[in-house]
Antibody
């Protein structure tokens, strides 16, 4: 069974940093592209970042470019998102989502980890 | 990276059909056949219902169908059931990023 489990969220002050993690199981992690998608409380979904299977190709949403860094460790079946220079508008549930090969959609999602940015 | 445009809400009675539109541009919806639709119940993670504009993943009822004309995609749901009440989001690949719609709340009356 495919499972994605996020962790690392919490309460952080504006300007602070967090490292989010997503641990995968039930599939060959190194064969799948991965993404982060977030959802502010009561709001819609927003795609945040993409990373290719090898980690050599990375994309970011304009809203996080220069502040967030995505990475992966295929040996540990883990995906990461380093979030720096946090702003109030970064408050959201952060989901990791597996990319279905070639068809460019998100076929499995984790349950998310909540990041709250507040002083 | 502007969000796709969806109606905020739609509604229908059990057994009826509804359609949710998703308007984009030639840089996203109109430029690629990579539109997907996600269903999200309160407090739950999104679930893919349609991908590649018209395809259904295994396990999704054929009451759900997708289409596209120009820069606008649509999700049609026939034979509405109580469990269809949820938020629905369209999403399009746009070359170096993905963009979601603002979401549509479907109410089953």
């Amino acid at each position: 069974e495919v499972q994605l489990v996020e962790s690392g969220g919490g309460l952080e002050q504006p300007g602070g940093s967090l490292r989010l993690s997503c641990t995968a199981s039930g599939f060959t992690f190194s064969s799948y592209e991965m993404n982060w998608v977030r959802q502010a409380p009561g709001k819609g979904l927003e795609w945040v970042s993409y990373i290719s299977t090898s980690g050599t190709t990375i994309f970011y949403a304009d809203s996080v470019k220069g502040r967030f860094t995505v990475s992966r460790d295929n040996a540990k079946s883990s995906l990461y998102l380093q979030v720096n220079s946090l702003r109030a508008e970064d408050t959201a549930i952060y989901y990791c989502a597996r990319g279905f090969p070639y068809d460019l959609y998100f076929d499995y999602w984790g349950q998310g980890t909540l990041v709250t940015v507040s002083s | 990276q502007s969000a796709l445009t969806q109606p905020r809400s739609v509604s229908g009675s059990p057994g009826q059909s509804v359609t949710i539109s998703c308007a984009g541009t030639s840089s996203d919806v109109g430029g690629y056949n990579y539109v997907s639709w996600y269903q999200q119940h309160p407090g739950r993670a999104p679930k893919v219902m349609i991908y590649d504009v018209t395809k259904r993943p295994s396990g999704v009822p054929d009451r759900f169908s997708g289409s596209k004309s120009g820069n606008t995609a649509s999700l049609a749901i026939s034979g509405l059931q109580a469990d269809d009440e949820a938020d629905y989001y369209c999403c399009s690949y746009a070359g170096t990023y993905w963009v979601f719609g603002g979401g549509t709340k479907l109410t089953v009356l």
